[in-house]
């Protein structure tokens, strides 16, 4: 199959210099000779009757209907692409990559000065830090060293254990207010007739009076009294709020033992609480676990 001869058309887009016409090998020329090869071996396909290139083989190509100024043609084409466009176009990338290993080259060995860099920085850091760390361990063990002389001194060790032992005990302890104060009264038998109003009937292992002696009719020291357990103080403590609904006893109030700080504390919860009441009548407030609460409706 004969076609229209194109000596003219197949190199026209690439330009004189084989570059392209923006003078770079860059997009535009890529698709330059893109356009060129595809027409050629179009064109060739055609003229052979071939649907694949990859079948143009030497032995396909010697065909006697295809003249020598067709094949001259193509010929040209081939050999100006490999001059002006193939070679020139590795010889470019050959360079670029020689740049780019050197530069790479360069970069890593200002990398690795960095790196040195780095490192003896670091040293430096660390050397700083170890000094002042073996200067704050020396001093920390020397104010260790005087302190634990200081706090473990017989006289201190005594004193913390007579502490621990105080509060072990008050949380054994149960103060009761409001009970008339008699003489010659027995505050046990008094203690023991407020439990039984709430079916309580623990053993009683102390029980006294405290505060100053008062006088006049209306002396009501506290009492204060222990037991054998913290659970058993927590029972009485419970069941405490019907003493209010049994006559008789109505004015008596029971507590735990509690620290000057715990009853500065309670003091001030009370207050509140007595305020609350006061600007709101219609609700329900109380003390919570150290917090005034109010009922739900």
């Given at each position: ?46 003229v052979?009757?071939c649907?694949?290139p990859?079948k143009?083989?030497?032995e ?8 020598k ?9 081939a ?12 010889s ?15 970069d890593?060995?200002?990398?690795i000065?960095l790196q ?20 704050e ?34 949380t054994k ?14 505050v046990t038998t ?19 009076r405290i ?6 009719e ?14 058993i ?23 735990p033992n ?19 009441r ?19 409706n």
């Amino acid at each position: 199959m004969a076609v229209q001869y194109r000596a003219s058309k197949y190199l026209e887009g690439i330009g004189d210099t084989g570059i392209g016409t923006d003078n770079h090998f860059g997009e535009v020329n890529l698709q330059e000779v893109q356009k060129v090869c595809n027409t050629m071996v179009s064109d060739i396909c055609r003229v052979y009757g071939c649907d694949d290139p990859e079948k143009l083989v030497p032995e396909a190509l010697i065909k006697n209907n295809v003249v020598k100024a067709q094949m001259a043609e193509w010929l040209f084409t081939a050999i100006d692409l490999l001059n002006h466009c193939c070679l020139p176009l590795m010889s470019s990338a050959r360079k670029t990559i020689e740049n780019l290993q050197e530069e790479k080259i360069c970069d890593q060995g200002t990398v690795i000065e960095l790196q040195k860099k780095l490192i003896s920085k670091k040293d430096e850091e660390l050397g700083l830090v170890s000094q002042t760390v073996q200067k704050e361990l020396k001093t920390y063990s020397s104010a260790l060293q005087q302190s634990c002389s200081t706090a473990l001194s017989p006289k201190n060790i005594a004193s913390a254990v007579k502490t621990i032992t105080k509060e072990e005990d008050r949380t054994k302890e149960v103060v009761v207010f409001g009970v008339e104060e008699e003489t010659d009264e027995c505050v046990t038998t008094k203690v023991s007739s407020i439990l039984e109003q709430l079916d309580e009937k623990p053993r009683i292992t102390g029980c006294r009076r405290i505060g100053q002696c008062a006088t006049g009719e209306s002396k009501k020291r506290p009492i204060i009294f222990s037991v054998k357990s913290t659970d058993i103080v927590y029972q009485i403590l419970r069941k405490s709020k019907r003493l209010k609904d049994i006559e008789g006893y109505k004015t008596v109030y029971i507590s735990p033992n509690r620290t000057q700080e715990e009853r500065i504390s309670r003091q001030k919860l009370v207050n509140e609480l007595k305020a609350k009441r006061l600007s709101d009548p219609s609700g329900r407030y109380f003390i919570r676990k150290g917090e005034i609460v109010k009922a739900d409706n």
